[in-house]
């Protein structure tokens, strides 16, 4: 059995102050400092057509609700982690909570990106409530089920209770309107106002309106869309959440969106994007700044399509898991395996990565950050492990 690094020492040595953990456990130069590359080869399109007529048949065939009733309405019960819990976890941990049982365990489904209201409004509160939001990929062990999100009501985080709701992608054929599943890695989300962001591995970026969540029957797991008893399926659960935008890379830089976060610390907001690589050379990220008036990409001067990057960086990371910007510091969440205890790196361009051994859980994601209480959170994708968890960021 390999003993992840962090267990090591604290075996032999006592637990430090917080702050100075970091320095501790990490604090060692990744190799050669990340340099700029040209920002303009990575470009997205806003894709062609709309999703409004079956969006607005959608609404209009359907029950609307709100985030607030998502919310309200959990159906699985998550535990929140204990001090102790957490520190035999992360370094300088924060807060977090542990899935259902079910949901730990399951083959099913994979969590990977995580975002929270604190993201979707400066206030850290949408709709009057506290909330996290997690994305699962199906791993089609039991038939492909596309993407689904779990609505995390934190509002008392001691006692979080969770909803999965269903992305799914709206269509109009032969006059009736459906929806079919979303089948991309969802890598990773972000929410900002009305638009949850989901990152399509090779393509760009999917946009989702949480203006429109709908309810659906629950009486058929196997199906999904309109069904010929005039019903709407989507494969047992109870709530959808439809696909209003998406963007596609058309610049030459060929980026692999593998996880993203938004930054309240540049002007305008922004998007952090970025690649998983292993080995990590050529990593990159790249940054696109969004509009608060509409929740949306900055298109280019004289545009109403197209949106190049604002800045991109060569980082060279292994297996970067996700990134965070904050006051032009950089948080890089980087994986070891099933075995190991994943890392966390620190970056300020012109100077060099600094790594943070085995102060990130095992199978560690994507990141977001709420900075009410400086807590960076990630959640973490092994089956029997797996937990939303965060760390003080101003340790590092």
């Known amino acids: 059995m390999?003993?992840?690094?962090?267990?090591?020492?604290?075996?032999?040595?006592a637990v430090?102050?917080?702050?100075?953990?970091?320095a501790l456990?990490?604090?060692a130069p990744a190799g050669a400092a990340p340099a700029a590359i040209d920002r303009t080869a990575f470009k997205l399109r806003r894709r062609a057509g709309s999703y409004a007529a079956a969006i607005a048949g959608l609404d209009a065939a359907l029950p609307n609700v709100t985030v607030q009733q998502v919310l309200d309405?959990?159906?699985?019960?998550?535990?929140?982690?204990?001090a102790s819990e957490g520190a035999a976890l992360v370094t300088n941990f924060a807060a977090g909570f542990r899935f259902e049982s079910g949901d730990v365990g399951t083959a099913e489904w994979m969590p990977q990106g995580i975002t929270t209201s604190s993201d979707a409004l400066d206030s850290g509160v949408y709709e009057d409530r506290k909330a996290v939001l997690v994305s699962w990929y199906s791993t089609a062990v039991d038939?492909?089920?596309?993407?689904?999100?779990?609505?995390?009501?934190?509002t008392d985080p001691a006692a979080p209770r969770y909803r999965h709701v269903l992305l799914v992608e709206p269509y109009t054929s032969g006059g009736v309107h459906s929806f079919r599943p979303i089948n991309v890695h969802a890598g990773g989300i972000a929410w900002y106002g009305h638009h949850l962001y989901v990152v399509d591995t090779n393509r760009g970026l999917r946009i989702f309106d949480l203006n429109h969540l709908w309810q659906t029957s629950t009486t058929s797991s196997t199906t999904c869309g309109r069904q010929s008893d005039g019903s709407y399926q989507a494969f047992g659960y109870k709530y959808v959440l439809p696909q209003s935008l998406a963007y596609d890379q058309v610049g030459t830089g060929g980026l692999v969106f593998?996880?993203?976060?938004?930054?309240?610390?540049?002007?305008?907001?922004?998007?952090l994007i970025g690649e998983y690589g292993n080995p990590g050379t050529g990593t990159r990220l790249a940054r696109w700044g969004v509009d608060y008036t509409d929740r949306e990409l900055v298109h280019d001067s004289g545009s109403t399509t197209d949106a190049t990057a604002s800045w991109a960086y060569r980082v060279d990371v292994t297996s970067m898991q996700g990134a965070l910007s904050l006051n032009g510091k950089y948080f890089l969440s980087t994986s070891d395996g099933d075995a190991n205890d994943g890392d966390l790196a620190t970056w300020t361009p012109g100077g060099s990565v600094v790594m943070h051994y085995d102060t990130l859980p095992i199978g560690c994601e994507d990141l977001t950050y709420r900075p009410s209480v400086d807590e960076l959170w990630t959640v973490t994708e092994y089956a029997g492990r797996r937990v939303a968890i965060s760390v003080k960021a101003g340790a590092f």
């Open 2 to 13: 390999l003993i992840p690094r962090r267990s090591l020492l604290t075996g032999l040595i």
């Open 16 to 22: 430090p102050a917080a702050g100075a953990a970091g």
């Open 73 to 82: 309405d959990g159906n699985r019960v998550a535990t929140r982690l204990t």
């Open 25 to 27: 456990l990490g604090g």
């Open 258 to 271: 593998s996880f993203i976060s938004l930054d309240r610390s540049t002007s305008p907001d922004s998007l």
């Open 143 to 154: 038939g492909e089920k596309g993407v689904r999100v779990s609505f995390v009501n934190r």
